[in-house]
Structures are given as structure tokens and as C-alpha cells.
């Protein structure tokens, strides 16, 4: 079954507004996540690493301002992207590592976000 | 730099044709090689993670091998539900995953 889970699974918003997405790891706990962008065919970005208790690591390029990340417990993570416009629509995909002996990274569903 | 590069960029295969997808990577500091399958629209499901060169590992038809330059993920007999786009990772040290562009996969009845 799922370990890691999104929410919203799809979310259209009007632009200027802010979007909220949410990452739950559902049997671990993560102090680390990570958020991605994906865009048609193309392969994962990596837009930043979000950390618990601490402030995330963003990839150079990603605003920061933009693309704000909280992780506020060992279970969730969120990324709300602020003041969205149309070039922010893309699919947003989370995922977390599970150690527990070996290291596995597992993605959430993804979320499509759309900005009219 | 870490790098991966995967090939072929897309592969078309008749049910029943077997055949390799690969991933190569920058040697460098590998601490693990990921392999993913994804569908459209939804994020990408692990299916294997491997350590060290000569490992090998199993899920249905799939068989992922790990040689010191390069990763192998055979597709045994494959089925038209075996079509999706396969993701290869790598993880250095503590760093996030490196990923390829991925290999589409279609299996045609």
C-alpha cells in the first residue's frame, strides 16, 4: 500500500492566489522530504529538500519566496506556492526516505496544479 | 557532478519480447541505484534499490543487475501492463537521488 501520501491530488486556482500542498509519510517518520516538479515527458526536478525542525534547502533557481516549505512534524511537509501564476502549473511530487536497515526513497502520488 | 543517462530514450516491444533497459552513472561516492516505474499523472512507484556491484533483484518480470559503471533492468516476457516510463536514481553519500530522464516503455498486444 501507499507509504507516502498528497493532498490535493489536483487543485486549479486563479492567478495571484496561493496553493497549499500537503505530504504525509503514513507508517515512518521522515525528517527529511523532498519536493519535485515535473513537467510533460520530462524527467523529476528537484525543487528542495525540506527538513524538520530547520529551514528547507532549496535547489539553485528555485525561489524561495515563491515556494514555501514547512515541515512541521516527522509525518508532514508542506509546499504552498504563493501568488501562483500560469507558468507554475505543473505536477508536484513529494517523497520520502524510509531508513529502517536499508535506504528506501519512496514519491506520493504527485498533485497537478493548474493556474488559470 | 553526479550524472545518470538512461537508454533508450523510448522502446516499443511486442507482448512476449524480452529486452534490457539501461542506466549508466558517474561512479563516484554511490551509496545506492534507484529504479522506479512511473505512469502518466501519478508519481513514481519503487520497485528496487541496489547496493553493490553484481547484486541482483526480482519483482515479477522485472530483474534489475548492478555492474560497477552501469545498471540493467531486464523486462522478462513482458506484458502490455509492463508499459510505463522507468526511472533510474542514483544516491551519493546523503545527497537527494540524481535521476535519468527515464526509458518509456511500450508493450504492444
Known amino acids: 500500500g501507499a507509504v507516502v501520501s498528497q493532498h490535493p491530488s489536483w487543485v486549479i486556482c486563479k492567478s495571484g492566489t496561493s496553493v497549499k500542498i500537503e505530504c504525509r509519510s503514513l507508517?515512518?517518520?521522515?525528517?527529511?522530504m523532498f519536493w519535485y516538479r515535473q513537467f510533460p515527458k520530462q524527467s523529476l526536478m528537484l525543487m528542495a529538500t525540506s527538513n524538520e525542525g530547520s529551514k528547507a534547502t532549496y535547489e539553485q533557481g528555485v525561489e524561495k519566496d515563491k515556494f514555501l516549505i514547512n515541515h512541521a512534524s516527522l509525518t508532514l511537509s508542506t509546499l504552498t506556492v504563493t501568488s501562483a501564476h500560469p507558468e507554475d502549473s505543473s505536477f508536484y511530487i513529494c517523497s520520502a526516505p524510509r531508513t529502517s536497515g536499508r535506504y528506501e526513497q519512496y514519491f506520493g502520488p504527485g498533485t497537478r496544479l493548474t493556474v488559470t | 557532478e553526479d550524472q545518470v543517462t538512461q537508454s533508450p530514450e523510448a522502446l516499443r516491444l511486442q507482448e512476449g519480447e524480452s529486452s534490457s533497459l539501461n542506466c549508466s552513472y558517474t561512479?563516484?561516492?554511490?551509496?545506492?541505484l534507484f529504479w522506479y516505474r512511473q505512469d502518466p499523472g501519478k508519481g513514481p512507484e519503487f520497485l528496487f534499490t541496489l547496493y553493490s556491484a553484481g547484486e541482483e533483484k526480482e519483482k515479477e518480470r522485472l530483474k534489475a543487475t548492478l555492474t560497477k559503471k552501469e545498471s540493467f533492468l531486464h523486462i522478462t516476457a513482458p506484458k502490455p501492463e509492463d508499459s510505463a516510463t522507468y526511472l533510474c536514481a542514483k544516491q551519493s553519500g546523503n545527497t537527494p537521488l540524481v535521476f535519468g530522464k527515464g526509458t518509456r516503455l511500450s508493450v504492444i498486444a
Open positions: 507508517d515512518f517518520q521522515a525528517t527529511t
Open positions: 561512479v563516484s561516492g554511490l551509496r545506492g
